[in-house]
């Protein structure tokens, strides 16, 4: 499956974006998926999670209550949607398709978009 991230931009603090990510190669329908992102000179870190089935999500500390991920199976697509926006977000944001174990390491992710560039100034 290919993975291709988009949506991401310049916006300033407390501005909203909304990221998009579409599968093609094979459908998602059945496949858990996910949102990652890597800051300059950080480790690539969990942002969101969702399943494929319920749609039932899981978010990392930080975005939580201002991030929200959500996807159309029919459409082959992932989104997130990003409110509140800090400079700490800040990233490149990866979306990627889980495999297994715990929903928060990378490791658990078999493949991966090419990432999304958000800036976000103060």
């Known amino acids: 499956v290919q993975l291709q991230a988009s949506g991401g931009g310049l916006v300033q603090a407390g501005d909203s974006m909304r990221l998009s990510c579409v599968a093609s190669?094979?459908?998602?329908?059945?496949?858990?998926t996910g949102w990652f992102r890597q800051a300059p000179g950080k480790e690539r870190e969990f942002v969101a999670f969702i399943n494929w089935a319920d749609s039932s999500p899981y978010y990392s500390e930080s975005v939580k209550g201002r991030f929200t991920i959500a996807r159309d199976n029919a459409k082959n697509t992932m989104y997130l949607q990003m409110n509140r926006l800090k400079p700490e977000d800040t990233a490149v944001y990866y979306c990627?398709?889980?495999?297994?174990?715990?929903?928060?390491?990378?490791?658990?992710?078999?493949?991966w978009g090419q990432g999304t560039l958000v800036t976000v100034s103060s």
């Open positions: 190669g094979r459908a998602l329908s059945g496949y858990h």
């Open positions: 990627a398709k889980y495999k297994d174990g715990p929903v928060f390491y990378k490791s658990s992710y078999d493949y």
